[in-house]
């Protein structure tokens, strides 16, 4: 059941029609953006249900059981609860800055799905510098953590804002060059080609010895960074920082930074899948299904780590980062590079 | 000059609290920070004052013993106790055997529940929050049992001037021993979420040193005391109760940061559980409450009596003139002193080590502000 | 060291200056002369049979007719403990700060400050500290003081 088949055919039937292309352009784009908002909005519902199930299961309860089946319509009813909230702006804050930041936090969590290969077919566009793109789009969230933090005019949040900043910025390096030297040997950016060239289990990069595992593991490090997940999660420590930057916000604006942090969640395990885990590819199953399987799996390591470790404090955080992480991921780049000028493991 | 020159920092002051989630009830640490580095720390305390001790000048001797249960309400048992003895001390009163056992397993089934909340408490500081709900699972069990004994799950006002208030139901005894058969297991079950969990090593171990001239000085004591090295605990040096009569260890570390206090914490956790095996396989019959006149007037004296609590040395200062009332209970708790030397500890480290320190210490501010 | 024998001890180590009181059923009692009392803090904290290294408490104490401070000390070392307590006067009282002695004391004395309203020479941060900080009702611990009625505080 390839879902690529049935927007070909709604796509077709649009043609059919006999409108003019730039129409039928216009009509399949916006079908495409509220497709995955749809589908990204559901998720995020879905990913917070599953992060209250999974850690309460963790910690030896049950989580919410009272509102539907093992309580699905929890996280439904929070939403609408969220939205009824009176928003509250403080009377110091910068207007403006406040206002855009978390609709900022929103946008460059949902832009990344441009390039996301969801299936066989099943992407919006296929750029050629896609993975660039995702990698310059995900920045984009840390502008927006900066300007809560200072746009709140509050103490706690200008420090949670000043420390996603350094967060983000120092984990982001060791991604990039982790990301790099897979893109070495797809020897192209785009998502498909990364995918395409992962066609059977072997060939996956996660199991590109020896270069593979590390760069994998690098690359779920920073990705819990990137989305400021315990053991990272110091920008809103709410034991020393009560909720950091988003420590002023309420009612939907809270909802936005909420539903971005779990969107950030999937995106990263979603480009771990399409780097590591050979994307779509798979037997038996439609494409998409091995897609999201394979996504929800690491999004599953993510909450785990989430509710076992305790938080690392800053000055540990960079030490880890500059002085481990950075130096490894430029060992492994040279070795997936030794790798494939020598031809060995080429399989 | 360049413009990079032109710019100037200034110290930048974070009220932490009262309201905050972690400074353990309602303490004020107005800090002085340059970035994340804390410059100087000042405690601001007296948010939970009930003025515990003038309302015991107007209580009788019975009264005061559930207004001790508000003291520190983490382990009432030990408020109890602390108060009954000094009593007791000014009386010269004898205590049924029976009666003797049953205090010791509450005070020490009390002591444990206290150690699981800080257990939970900690980790919950420091990050982790699984191990909290771990921690409060067999602190269920023992609330249990002293709900079964007292009716009551927080404030017990169980142990009593001369004895306690009743005797043991018929089930505590299995139940107590059920509970202990599996305890050993949940402490190894703890230790395995932290005790060698990299981050939780790393954020403690050099974090908050407290060197033992110092520690002595400020009046610290308990477990922050004996995390310094100094083998002091008054259940051996100055025994009360019948602590004399019980084989335990008394753990010591040797570096005094908030690692030490935490595995510190963890040990005598299972020394008391092994306190209240012994106790329960010695426990006698008889009676339970030696025979107190209903108005009772202990003789006229003062005393200053102190018991090791989970927290350090818990100590009731009761003058009595003779009549019915006392003229003066002061209480003095583990905590205050452990608060007071939180400054001198926590200058030049990050916000975030505040927050393990004030953790390790186990600080809870009702025994502060009284 | 035992009892008697520390009674003994003491007393011959201050003649004059320290006198033994008769109340507490256990540890001894002294009583120090008022501006004996940091004196008397350095040389038992200095002292090696001593070495009461170790403050246990602060009391302030307001009998109706005299108002007393009583320090619990403690050896941490050689496992003593006694108490003693000096007698400030009634009018303006005033006692000598120990904080040279036991750090730990700081907190205690502001206390003693704050509740009996009895002057520390030498305490380097007398504020509020159990009261709000606008407290202006008197030393509350004092048994002569009157609880006021409960009255809403203006708004500032």
């Given at each position: 059941?390839?879902?690529?088949?049935?927007?070909?055919?709604?796509?077709?039937?649009?043609?059919?029609?006999?409108?003019?292309?730039?129409?039928?352009?216009?009509?399949?784009?916006?079908?495409?953006?509220?497709?995955?908002?749809?589908?990204?909005?559901?998720?995020?519902?879905?990913?917070v249900?599953w992060?209250?199930?999974?850690?309460?299961?963790?910690?030896?309860?049950?989580?919410?059981?009272?509102?539907?089946?093992?309580?699905?319509?929890?996280?439904?009813?929070?939403?609408?609860?969220?939205?009824?909230?009176?928003?509250?702006?403080?009377?110091?804050?910068?207007?403006?800055?406040?206002?855009?930041?978390?609709?900022?936090?929103?946008?460059?969590?949902?832009?990344?799905?441009?390039?996301?290969p969801?299936?066989?077919?099943?992407?919006?566009?296929?750029?050629?510098?896609?993975?660039?793109?995702?990698?310059?789009?995900?920045?984009?969230?840390?502008?927006?953590?900066?300007?809560?933090?200072?746009?709140?005019?509050?103490?706690?949040?200008?420090?949670?804002?000043?420390?996603?900043?350094?967060?983000?910025?120092?984990?982001?390096?060791?991604?990039?060059?982790?990301?790099?030297?897979?893109?070495?040997?797809?020897?192209?950016?785009?998502?498909v080609?990364?995918?395409?060239?992962?066609?059977?289990?072997?060939?996956?990069?996660?199991?590109?010895?020896?270069?593979?595992?590390?760069?994998?593991?690098?690359?779920?490090?920073?990705?819990?960074?990137?989305?400021?997940?315990?053991?990272?999660?110091?920008?809103?420590?709410?034991?020393?920082?009560?909720?950091?930057?988003?420590?002023?916000?309420?009612?939907?604006?809270?909802?936005?930074?909420?539903?971005?942090?779990?969107?950030?969640?999937?995106?990263?395990?979603?480009?771990?899948t399409?780097?590591?885990?050979?994307?779509?590819?798979?037997?038996?199953?439609?494409?998409?299904?091995?897609?999201?399987?394979?996504?929800?799996?690491?999004?599953?390591?993510?909450?785990?780590?989430?509710?076992?470790?305790?938080?690392?404090?800053?000055?540990?955080?960079?030490?880890?980062?500059?002085?481990?992480?950075?130096?490894?991921?430029?060992?492994?780049?040279?070795?997936?590079?030794?790798?494939?000028?020598?031809?060995?493991?080429?399989? | 000059?360049?413009?990079?020159?032109?710019?100037?920092?200034?110290?930048?002051?974070?009220?932490?609290?009262?309201?905050?989630?972690?400074?353990?009830?309602?303490?004020?640490?107005?800090?002085?920070?340059?970035?994340?580095?804390?410059?100087?720390?000042?405690?601001?305390?007296g948010?939970?004052?009930?003025?515990?001790?003038?309302?015991?000048?107007?209580?009788?001797?019975?009264?005061?013993?559930?207004?001790?249960?508000?003291?520190?309400?983490?382990?009432?048992?030990?408020?109890n106790?602390?108060?009954?003895?000094?009593?007791?001390?000014?009386?010269?009163?004898?205590?049924?055997?029976?009666?003797?056992?049953?205090?010791?397993?509450?005070?020490?089934?009390?002591?444990?529940?206290?150690?699981?909340?800080?257990?939970g408490?900690?980790?919950?500081?420091?990050?982790?929050?699984?191990?909290?709900?771990?921690?409060?699972?067999?602190?269920?069990?023992i609330?249990?049992?002293?709900?079964?004994?007292?009716?009551?799950?927080?404030?017990?006002?169980?142990?009593?001037?001369?004895?306690?208030?009743?005797?043991?139901?018929?089930?505590?005894?299995?139940?107590?021993?059920?509970?202990?058969?599996?305890?050993?297991?949940?402490?190894?079950?703890?230790?395995?979420?932290?005790?060698?969990?990299?981050?939780?090593?790393?954020?403690?171990?050099?974090?908050?040193?407290?060197p033992?001239?110092?520690?002595?000085?400020?009046?610290?004591?308990?477990?922050?005391?004996?995390?310094?090295?100094?083998?002091?605990?008054?259940?051996?040096?100055?025994?009360?109760?019948?602590?004399?009569?019980?084989?335990?260890?008394?753990p010591?570390?040797?570096?005094?940061?908030?690692?030490?206090?935490?595995?510190?914490?963890?040990?005598?956790?299972?020394?008391?559980?092994?306190?209240?095996?012994?106790?329960?396989?010695?426990?006698?019959?008889?009676?339970?409450?030696?025979?107190?006149?209903?108005?009772?007037?202990?003789?006229a004296?003062?005393?200053y009596s102190?018991?090791?609590?989970?927290?350090?040395?818990?100590?009731?200062?009761v003058?009595?003139?003779?009549?019915?009332?006392?003229?003066?209970?002061?209480?003095?708790?583990?905590?205050y002193?452990?608060?007071?030397?939180?400054?001198e500890?926590?200058?030049?480290?990050?916000?975030?080590?505040?927050?393990?320190?004030?953790?390790?210490?186990?600080?809870?501010?009702?025994?502060?502000?009284? | 060291?035992?009892?008697?024998?520390?009674i003994?001890?003491?007393?011959?180590?201050?003649?004059?200056?320290?006198?033994?009181?008769?109340?507490?059923?256990?540890?001894?009692?002294?009583?120090?002369?008022?501006?004996?009392?940091?004196?008397?803090?350095?040389?038992?904290?200095?002292?090696?049979?001593?070495?009461?290294?170790?403050?246990?408490?602060?009391?302030?104490?307001?009998?109706?007719?005299?108002?007393?401070?009583?320090?619990?000390?403690?050896?941490?070392?050689?496992?003593?403990?006694?108490?003693?307590?000096?007698?400030?006067?009634?009018?303006?009282?005033a006692?000598?700060?120990?904080?040279?002695?036991?750090?730990?004391?700081?907190?205690?004395?502001?206390?003693?400050?704050?509740?009996?309203?009895?002057?520390?020479?030498?305490?380097?941060?007398?504020?509020?500290?159990l009261?709000?900080?606008d407290?202006?009702?008197?030393?509350?611990?004092?048994?002569?003081?009157?609880?006021?009625?409960?009255?809403?505080?203006?708004?500032?």
């Amino acid at each position: 059941m390839e879902l690529a088949g049935i927007f070909k055919y709604f796509y077709e039937l649009l043609v059919s029609t006999g409108l003019p292309q730039v129409w039928v352009d216009i009509i399949a784009m916006v079908a495409a953006a509220v497709i995955i908002f749809g589908f990204l909005a559901v998720c995020a519902l879905f990913l917070v249900w599953w992060e209250r199930k999974v850690s309460a299961h963790i910690q030896q309860r049950f989580g919410p059981m009272r509102t539907g089946w093992h309580g699905w319509r929890q996280t439904i009813a929070d939403a609408i609860k969220l939205i009824q909230k009176e928003d509250i702006t403080p009377m110091t804050a910068d207007r403006a800055v406040f206002y855009w930041a978390p609709i900022m936090c929103f946008v460059a969590a949902f832009a990344v799905y441009v390039v996301m290969p969801f299936g066989d077919g099943l992407i919006v566009s296929d750029l050629n510098v896609g993975i660039l793109y995702v990698v310059a789009i995900t920045s984009f969230t840390i502008i927006s953590l900066l300007m809560a933090g200072w746009g709140s005019n509050n103490k706690y949040a200008l420090l949670g804002g000043m420390r996603s900043a350094a967060q983000v910025v120092s984990y982001e390096i060791p991604m990039v060059v982790t990301i790099c030297s897979v893109v070495l040997f797809v020897g192209s950016l785009s998502m498909v080609d990364i995918v395409q060239s992962q066609a059977q289990i072997y060939q996956w990069y996660i199991f590109r010895l020896p270069f593979g595992p590390i760069a994998f593991i690098i690359y779920i490090i920073t990705g819990t960074a990137e989305t400021n997940r315990t053991p990272f999660d110091l920008p809103e420590a709410e034991q020393e920082l009560v909720a950091g930057f988003n420590v002023e916000y309420s009612g939907m604006k809270f909802a936005m930074f909420f539903l971005a942090e779990f969107v950030n969640m999937f995106t990263v395990s979603a480009i771990g899948t399409t780097l590591f885990l050979g994307g779509w590819q798979g037997p038996f199953l439609p494409s998409w299904m091995w897609f999201l399987g394979k996504t929800l799996v690491l999004v599953f390591i993510l909450m785990w780590f989430r509710w076992t470790y305790p938080r690392l404090r800053v000055d540990q955080l960079m030490e880890f980062s500059w002085k481990f992480l950075l130096p490894l991921s430029f060992a492994n780049l040279i070795l997936a590079g030794l790798m494939k000028y020598s031809g060995w493991f080429n399989w | 000059m360049s413009e990079i020159d032109k710019l100037q920092t200034e110290e930048f002051v974070l009220n932490m609290g009262p309201h905050h989630p972690s400074t353990h009830g309602v303490c004020r640490f107005v800090l002085k920070m340059e970035g994340e580095v804390i410059k100087d720390v000042e405690p601001v305390v007296g948010y939970l004052h009930r003025a515990l001790e003038k309302i015991c000048e107007n209580r009788t001797y019975a009264q005061i013993i559930p207004v001790t249960d508000r003291f520190e309400y983490c382990t009432s048992m030990s408020c109890n106790m602390a108060f009954a003895l000094a009593v007791e001390k000014l009386a010269a009163m004898e205590i049924p055997e029976r009666a003797q056992y049953l205090r010791i397993i509450m005070l020490e089934l009390n002591r444990i529940a206290s150690h699981l909340i800080w257990f939970g408490t900690t980790a919950l500081d420091l990050g982790a929050i699984t191990p909290f709900l771990y921690g409060f699972r067999e602190r269920e069990f023992i609330l249990d049992l002293f709900e079964m004994t007292c009716g009551q799950r927080l404030t017990y006002n169980y142990i009593r001037v001369g004895g306690v208030a009743r005797d043991i139901p018929t089930q505590f005894v299995p139940k107590c021993r059920e509970f202990l058969n599996i305890f050993d297991a949940c402490v190894d079950d703890y230790e395995r979420l932290l005790t060698e969990n990299v981050i939780f090593v790393v954020r403690n171990k050099n974090v908050g040193v407290l060197p033992p001239e110092k520690a002595i000085a400020w009046g610290v004591s308990g477990p922050a005391l004996r995390a310094s090295g100094v083998k002091h605990d008054l259940r051996r040096d100055d025994p009360y109760c019948i602590y004399d009569r019980f084989d335990f260890e008394i753990p010591t570390c040797q570096n005094g940061d908030c690692y030490d206090r935490y595995i510190i914490r963890i040990k005598e956790m299972r020394e008391s559980a092994k306190i209240v095996r012994q106790a329960l396989d010695k426990l006698p019959e008889g009676e339970t409450r030696a025979k107190v006149k209903m108005v009772f007037k202990p003789p006229a004296g003062e005393v200053y009596s102190r018991i090791e609590n989970s927290r350090g040395e818990m100590g009731m200062y009761v003058i009595s003139d003779g009549s019915t009332k006392p003229v003066r209970v002061k209480m003095r708790g583990g905590s205050y002193n452990q608060l007071q030397v939180i400054p001198e500890i926590t200058r030049g480290h990050k916000i975030a080590d505040l927050v393990a320190i004030m953790a390790s210490m186990d600080v809870i501010m009702p025994e502060v502000d009284r | 060291m035992d009892r008697e024998q520390l009674i003994k001890y003491i007393q011959d180590k201050f003649p004059g200056k320290v006198t033994l009181l008769d109340c507490g059923r256990v540890e001894p009692f002294f009583k120090v002369e008022l501006g004996f009392l940091k004196e008397f803090c350095q040389a038992i904290r200095d002292d090696t049979t001593l070495g009461m290294d170790y403050l246990c408490n602060i009391a302030g104490v307001d009998s109706g007719e005299h108002y007393e401070v009583v320090y619990s000390v403690a050896s941490v070392k050689n496992k003593i403990r006694f108490d003693f307590k000096i007698f400030p006067e009634r009018e303006n009282p005033a006692i000598d700060s120990v904080i040279d002695v036991w750090p730990g004391a700081n907190w205690y004395e502001r206390e003693v400050w704050e509740l009996y309203g009895i002057n520390i020479t030498g305490h380097p941060s007398l504020k509020r500290f159990l009261l709000p900080d606008d407290w202006n009702q008197g030393h509350p611990m004092r048994k002569n003081w009157d609880a006021p009625d409960f009255v809403r505080m203006p708004e500032n």
